[in-house]
């Protein structure tokens, strides 16, 4: 049986023009291929050796996860061959995928999280791989097939998270992370939809509402004419106030401003969370805290705030992880200003959003909000804004009860 297995590249590109890593099996000169789920740019592939150029952030992940999937077709056509099958390159392709392990749940969890790793989506993986070993040390196994995973299951694991005193929310976001790696066990053909746990007449996935709180008026005031604050509570002051003077610009946007995003009188920038390129006009009150920073400005190219000045920009997860360690450094300063001036609401970078919708309530066309907030939908922006909209209820309420 004249038969090989081998790593390609294929010349699919995807949106980004990455392309796909694939398992090609071949028998009598035929060929079919099995896709590993990650995509690499050509500039990063050596084509010689058959692996991922060190110059990829990934390289030695994807070069592991090559070399252990080569390992496992490699053993199945040895085997197979020791038996004298003579079988097609697509039923040697069966053969060798439906005999590996890849039907448990932590099998393709990881591939889901290694996904999630390569594309750089590194809050996203750090939030999922939490919430995928709640699943496992829950099973007390990772041998947990998806057959295993009915409704009553889901049930007595929500019961286990309610243990842990996780908030419905968080319970909502573990259920999420099963159905999504549940899904793509069933488009891979490890597991029959019939077996799905999901949907109308089963497991229903309802998120709960929230409560959105943000600064009044006259807090905000407040906040920006606290007096006595340190050098680091000015700073923390400092990246509040440029976010609500944004319409609530997110944190990891925000540290990544340069001078060179500023020009003609406007802020330009390209958000993180879905690519889109924004152009806002500058506010008066913004001017001060630009001039604030101005004496450590090195260049155009310099950030204007100081926390990703020493990232390393090569490295996704340098960049996530000075991020990180900023925001949760300026949300604890936060706090103490708010002590400063006696307001009783807690506080972070995040609720700078809340307090622009709190602020604008039903004063700006939705359609106007919807570009400031940067959503994708304008029913996103609909329901973001109802958290802030209470005049109607409030008159008719009065209306009823003013007799």
């Not at 291929?33 to 010689?48: F, I, R, S």
């Not at 009915?150 to 929500?158: P, S, V």
């Not at 009150?285 to 090569?314: C, R």
């Not at 959503?375 to 309420?397: E, G, R």
């Amino acid at each position: 049986m004249s038969s090989n297995s081998k790593v390609v590249l294929r010349k699919k590109p995807n949106k980004k023009g990455w392309y796909p890593l694939a398992i090609r099996i071949t028998k009598n000169r035929r060929s079919t291929y099995h896709y590993l789920g990650h995509y690499v740019d050509l500039t990063h592939w050596d084509e010689k050796n058959l692996r991922v150029k060190k110059s990829h952030p990934n390289a030695s992940s994807l070069n592991s996860l090559i070399s252990s999937k080569i390992l496992e077709a490699n053993k199945t056509l040895v085997k197979l061959q020791s038996n004298s099958k003579d079988l097609s390159a697509n039923q040697i392709k069966d053969a060798i995928y439906t005999q590996s392990n890849s039907n448990t749940f932590n099998e393709i969890a990881n591939d889901y999280l290694f996904e999630l790793e390569s594309l750089n989506k590194l809050s996203q993986l750090s939030a999922d791989k939490v919430r995928v070993n709640h699943l496992i040390n829950f099973y007390k196994s990772k041998q947990l097939s998806f057959e295993e995973i009915d409704e009553e299951f889901i049930r007595k694991f929500k019961i286990y998270l309610n243990k842990l005193n996780l908030s419905e929310r968080s319970i909502v976001n573990n259920l999420v992370v099963i159905r999504t790696i549940f899904n793509r066990a069933i488009k891979r053909k490890v597991v029959d939809r019939k077996y799905y746990p999901f949907g109308f007449g089963k497991i229903r996935i309802k998120f709960p509402e929230t409560e959105k709180v943000g600064l009044s008026k006259e807090e905000v005031i407040q906040f920006e004419c606290a007096k006595n604050l340190t050098s680091n509570e000015t700073h923390a002051r400092n990246m509040w106030l440029f976010s609500l003077y944004f319409a609530g610009i997110r944190v990891a946007d925000l540290l990544s401003i340069k001078w060179s995003d500023i020009y003609d009188g406007r802020l330009h920038y390209r958000m993180n969370k879905n690519s889109k390129l924004l152009s806002l006009k500058l506010p008066e009150k913004v001017l001060p805290i630009l001039k604030y920073y101005k004496s450590d400005k090195q260049s155009d190219e310099d950030f204007i705030f100081p926390e990703m000045k020493k990232a390393d920009l090569n490295n996704p997860k340098d960049v996530y992880a000075k991020i990180k360690t900023a925001t949760k450094k300026i949300n604890k300063y936060l706090i103490n200003i708010l002590e400063k001036i006696q307001v009783d609401k807690k506080v972070t970078m995040h609720t700078a959003r809340h307090t622009f919708g709190h602020i604008s309530e039903d004063k700006i066309p939705i359609k106007t909000l919807q570009k400031l907030y940067r959503h994708s939908s304008i029913t996103t922006t609909i329901n973001y804004q109802a958290n802030f909209i209470h005049k109607d209820a409030d008159d008719a309420l009065d209306n009823v009860i003013n007799f």
